[in-house]
Structures are given as C-alpha cells and as structure tokens.
C-alpha cells in the first residue's frame, strides 16, 4: 500500500492500557490499524493545539478534519475506506450502531469515571491531574465532572433485583446484550473482515474493561455477562497492536512535549526553537500556514508556561528577599562579666 506521509493524526493521550484513553480517539487509531495505513501519531493531552478545543483531528497537508465519523468519512473518500465490503443494509446498521455506541454507551463510561464517587476521586481526577498540562490539571478534572454531570442530569435509577441502579448502566448491559447477540461466533460484526463499527465498538469496549478502578462496574458486567465481547477485545489488541503495530506507525512529538525537560537540557537551544525560529515562512504556502497556526498556539501555550514559572519564581525570591528569610540570627554575646566574677570566687 502507498504510504501517506502527509496524514497526522493528534489524539489524547495513552492512558487506560490503550494507545488513547478516549475512546472517539482510539476509534481513529483503530481504524486506520485496521486499513495498516501508516500515520503520524501525536499523543497529546494540551487542547489548546486543537481547532476546536478537543480531539481526535486529523491533518492532511492543509487540510484539518475534525471529529470520529468526519475523519471516517474523509478517509473513505482518500480510499480508504474500511466498509468497502459492505452491504446497503449493512452500511445502514452499522451508522445505527455507532450512533448507540457513541450517544448512548459512552454516557455509562462517562457516570462511572465521573460520577462514581470512589472512582472520581481515586481514579479519574488523580490520572487526569497527572497527564495534563500544568495548568490545566488544576482546572480540567472539575470541569469534566460539571460537564458530565450536566449531561447526565436527565438520569434515573432503576430497581434491578432489589438494588437502585443508574440507568445508564442497564442500557449499557442491553447494548452489551445487542452486540454479544450480533457478534455471535464471527470474527468481527459483520463477518471475517472489520469494518468501522468494529474499530467503534472495539475502541468503547477496550476502555470499558479496563478492571483497575476503584469500582469497576463496566468491566464486571462485561467480564461476568459477556465473555465473547472481553475475548473480541483481547483478540483484536493481540493481533493489532501488541504484534509489531509500530512498525507502520511513525510517533511524532510535538513542540509542546518535554518542554520544561528540553529546556533543562540545552536552554539556549529551546528557547530559541520554542520562540524565535522562522521555520515556516512562506506564508502563501497552504499547508505553511497551517502548520504555522499549530506552531503558534504551541508557542503561545510555552510562553504561558514558562511566564508563570518565572512569574512564581520572581515571587518567591521578592518574598525571600523582603522577609530577610536567609538572615542568620545574631546570638546575644555571653556577658564576661559573670565568668570575671565566678573565676574570682573559685580562686
């Protein structure tokens, strides 16, 4: 297959065991696994690089395509097309399906890392204070959870055996249900060859079952219900991406990673890069001045950074230097006068 040097592909983050902890991500990164196109894969955890404040979003030269089924949609007309093989009825299906998948099955993903409380507080907030960027790790998990926690606000709990259940759950364990049902003993949803749905639903279930959370209520419905699903994921991680994946895939890092490391290393060197390099200059340039645009916000966003570093440190040192912290204290001298007066009396 003809290489497309020119595709870059910018995701979050690894996290969860998988390439890209949100699953619309690793459903991008599935997909063109699946077609074994090689790509560029930016992991990053800064949404200020993105067009729209989030990711996925995929770069072709000039051209910037926003959003999982966007993407799908533009990769098929560049031809590659992963549902090549399928039917009318089939291609009808599995847009139904990836709708339910998306709109429906996330929001119980959603519930349980954001509005499980034991997973929230060990979990959630901990990894994602952890992963990005410095600012932001102060801000995001909160503004997360109030996101989910609005569109979740609609939510029930249902009676199941005697116990209230979030509703989101007991529609996961139909949608689960559904899918057990259609998957059957094939390969893959529609037989032997995958489809996009496939790297969909793929891509939600590999996030699901991850079984280290505090309260792992996605994984347990799946590990003790579904046993095909759990073996589908495993089956489609050991042949896509623990035997040899990198082979096709070039990792590409961004400007903005290892900043404050680059700079420790050679702060000349970054500094310059980071701020005064004029490496895209041809402004007439399409595809130029896209990547100027990418470089610009990363510019901006290792400015702030390094101000507020220099800004912390200038406050710490006026601190410092106002308070006399560093000042030794001057010991009272010892009066003479009394050792004078007990040297005399011992003589």
């Not at 089956?235 to 400007?255: A, D, G, Q, R």
Request: hydrophobic letters at 35%; a negative charge; glycine letters at 4%.
């Amino acid at each position: 297959m003809q290489q497309n040097q020119n595709l870059e592909l910018f995701v979050w983050g690894k996290g969860y065991n998988n390439e890209s902890f949100d699953p619309f991500c690793l459903s991008v990164i599935t997909y063109l696994t699946f077609l074994n196109v090689p790509f560029v894969l930016n992991n990053e955890n800064n949404p200020q690089l993105s067009p729209t404040g989030t990711f996925p979003f995929l770069r072709d030269g000039s051209t910037i395509i926003c959003g999982t089924l966007n993407i799908f949609n533009y990769l098929k007309k560049k031809g590659h097309d992963l549902d090549h093989h399928l039917s009318s009825k089939q291609a009808a299906e599995s847009l139904a399906y990836s709708t339910l998948i998306e709109e429906n099955l996330h929001l119980a993903l959603l519930y349980n890392w954001f509005l499980e409380t034991d997973n929230y507080l060990k979990n959630t907030r901990p990894w994602f204070s952890r992963n990005y960027p410095f600012v932001l790790r102060y801000q995001m998990p909160s503004r997360l959870q109030k996101n989910a926690t609005v569109r979740l606000s609609g939510m029930r709990f249902v009676d199941v055996s005697g116990k209230k259940t979030p509703e989101v759950y007991v529609e996961a364990k139909n949608i689960y249900e559904n899918f057990t049902k259609k998957l059957g003993n094939n390969e893959y949803i529609f037989g032997s060859k995958p489809s996009s749905l496939d790297a969909i639903l793929y891509s939600h279930l590999a996030i699901h079952s991850y079984p280290s959370l505090a309260t792992p209520t996605l994984f347990s419905i799946l590990t003790f219900n579904f046993p095909n699903l759990i073996n589908y994921v495993e089956k489609i991680k050991t042949i896509y991406f623990e035997n040899n994946w990198k082979e096709n895939l070039v990792t590409y890092s961004p400007i903005t990673k290892n900043f404050f490391l680059r700079l420790l290393e050679n702060p000349k060197l970054t500094i310059t890069e980071t701020f005064f390099s004029n490496k895209y200059t041809n402004t007439n340039d399409q595809k130029n001045v896209a990547e100027m645009e990418l470089v610009k916000a990363a510019r901006l966003e290792n400015f702030k950074r390094l101000a507020f570093v220099l800004g912390s440190l200038g406050f710490f040192v006026g601190y410092v230097l106002r308070n006399d912290c560093f000042s030794a204290p001057i010991e009272e001298e010892e009066n003479d006068d009394e050792y004078d007066d007990y040297y005399e009396e011992e003589c």
